[in-house]
């Protein structure tokens, strides 16, 4: 059993929670997942690695309280315990010295990609970061954030905090000044699509975190399959970054509206 030792609730549906699972805490690297089972009869719930503590033994989770587990693991307070946590699974982020780097986080998306900025910071990078929510309500960690970045950019839908409009906008103007030499986004798969768009004309590298659903999470049951170019990968083994330029977004999308519906259908039924 793995004990949750913090919660804390950051607004609108997301929760964050910080496990006490140290051997994972060990290993876990920057774009890495984990898969989580409430308890024994609950389903596989593939999470990013927010923040991991190796001394503590510790790792962090945020997620949005969206279908029938995740309600259901929004309900958890911490000394409660979870049945399973495996990993840490997937390849990690590339991280190098690259030079100048732009890391987007869209949404629920600024988690993951705050250990993303924390190793391209420590591997000696100048970080941009820009981070983006429909309202300030909706915004977390911009201290975590700021932390490890070199510059902060902020925008909001509605402008109640930053720049109103997208992270795009902000995307397309660092990119305008030149210098970029690698991009990641993560966060709502239209997001992270603009993102590459952005950045195709610069001709800058992109990384996007793709996350559709997955069930066994070790590349058996195909159901986390993406069109990568030519080719089919797997999201849980070869990912779950990938070259946003290659990316079929709009294959992923209708994919992902798809089994949306499903899991609409099987939240009602939990609720009823
Ligand atoms: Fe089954 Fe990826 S989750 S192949």
């Known amino acids: 059993m793995y004990t949750i030792v913090d919660y804390k609730h950051l607004g609108g ?11 994972l805490a060990k290993k876990a690297q920057a774009g890495q997942f984990l898969i989580i089972r409430i308890n024994e009869e609950g389903e596989r719930v593939p999470l990013t690695i927010a923040d991991s ?4 033994g510790t790792i962090t989770i945020v997620f949005q309280a969206v279908g029938r587990s995740t309600d259901e693991l929004a309900q958890l307070r ?9 990993g840490p699974l997937g390849r990690a982020s590339e991280i190098e010295k690259y030079g100048t780097v732009v890391i987007v986080g869209g949404g629920v998306g600024i988690a993951p990609i705050y250990p993303i900025a924390k190793s391209l910071k420590a591997a000696g990078n100048h970080v941009i970061s820009i981070i983006g929510a429909k309202n300030k309500d909706l915004l977390f960690w911009e201290d975590k954030m700021d932390s490890v970045s070199d510059e902060l950019h902020i925008a909001t839908d509605d402008g109640s905090v930053g720049h109103k409009g997208f992270v795009t906008d902000i995307l397309e103007e660092v990119c305008s000044k030149g210098d970029v030499a690698a991009v990641w986004a993560v966060g709502p798969m239209i997001m992270m699509k603009n993102c590459a768009r952005v950045t195709k004309p610069f001709g800058v590298k992109t990384f996007v975190s793709m996350n559709p659903v997955m069930i066994d999470g070790t590349g058996m049951c195909g159901g986390c399959r ?20 290659q990316v079929d977004f709009d294959l992923a999308m209708k994919r992902s509206a798809y089994l949306k519906n499903l899991e609409a259908e099987g939240r009602q039924f939990y609720h009823d």
């Open 226 to 245: 993406i069109q990568v170019g030519a080719d089919t990968k797997f999201a849980c083994v070869d990912g779950p970054e990938f070259d946003g330029h």
């Open 78 to 86: 911490t000394g409660d315990q979870l049945a399973d946590v495996v």
């Open 53 to 56: 503590d190796a001394e503590k």
């Open 13 to 23: 549906l997301t929760h964050e929670m910080s496990v006490e699972a140290p051997q």
